[in-house]
């Protein structure tokens, strides 16, 4: 694996910075994704956090369980956060998400940006990468709502479809994306979520004076014309 994702680099660097997300589907083997997919589905079982949605955070401990997707996430780190900037090698969110049959995500930003009195971010979530392990999936497209304010204020959406071995990354504080509703006879949805987190605050800057919160952070035009009626903060991440 760590061999496919490193050759994902230069492109994912390019992609975040031109356009703010990347796509590339097809990224590992066959045998690997349909492993992941296996391990995934002996996971599954977990608390039900949201109606519809099961996930949990992959850990050390699961590694008898699940060595691939284990592998997965330590390849990755091994492997993107080195050719990214800023971008923390040894600190990382996980969530492996299995979403039933009809269910959606509304719209959201993983990072709403929300600073303590101080003025520091609470949440340091940077770049969202995701791996669907998906055969063949019915609806559940991930829509992102890119960032083009010349177009229109709310952007163009571009779907991608969650099939098995797309991965797709995007900035976690500034990309408005949803899940639209998966077919009431689709098998379950299965999605790796790897956040990778700034190592320099996002933006924040502890010696400024000037401390750049929710309303002066990137893209922070595109959560408004979003989420119109709360002006700094959208709805809170589905998880
Ligand atoms: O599963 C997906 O396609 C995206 C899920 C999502 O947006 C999230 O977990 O924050
Ligand atoms: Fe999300």
């Known amino acids: 694996m760590r061999g496919a994702l490193k050759s994902i680099g ?7 910075e031109r356009q703010g997300y990347f796509v590339r589907e097809g990224l590992l083997r066959d045998s690997t994704w ?3 997919r296996a391990e995934a589905m002996r996971l599954h079982g977990l608390a039900f956090e949201k109606p519809g949605v099961e996930s949990c955070e992959l850990e050390a401990g699961d590694f008898h369980a ?8 330590v390849d990755l780190l091994a492997t993107l956060p080195a050719q990214l900037d800023d971008v ?5 969110g996980t969530k492996l998400a299995v979403t039933m049959p009809g269910a959606a995500y509304p719209k959201h930003v993983d990072n709403a940006c929300t600073c303590d009195a101080t003025g520091l971010p609470h949440d340091l ?11 063949s999936p019915k609806g559940g497209d991930l829509r992102l709502w890119l960032d083009d304010p010349t177009t229109s204020p709310r952007g163009r959406p571009l779907d991608v479809a969650p099939a098995a071995d797309t991965f797709v990354a995007f900035y976690a504080d500034r990309l408005v ?12 949805r299965f999605a790796l979520t790897l956040w990778l ?3 320099f605050r996002a933006g924040y800057s502890t010696h400024s004076s000037t401390r750049l ?6 893209g922070a035009r595109t959560r408004r014309a979003h989420f119109a009626a709360t002006t700094t903060t959208p709805s809170p991440p589905p998880a």
């Open 10 to 16: 230069p492109e994912l660097r390019h992609g975040l």
């Open 34 to 36: 349909r492993e992941m």
């Open 66 to 73: 699940a060595p691939s997707l284990l592998a997965y996430t």
């Open 88 to 92: 923390s090698t040894n600190v990382y």
């Open 125 to 135: 979530r940077w770049i969202t990468c995701i791996y669907y392990l998906n055969e």
């Open 177 to 188: 994306h949803e899940v639209l509703p998966t077919a009431a006879d689709d098998d379950h």
């Open 197 to 199: 987190v700034s190592d």
């Open 213 to 218: 919160c929710a309303t002066d952070r990137p």
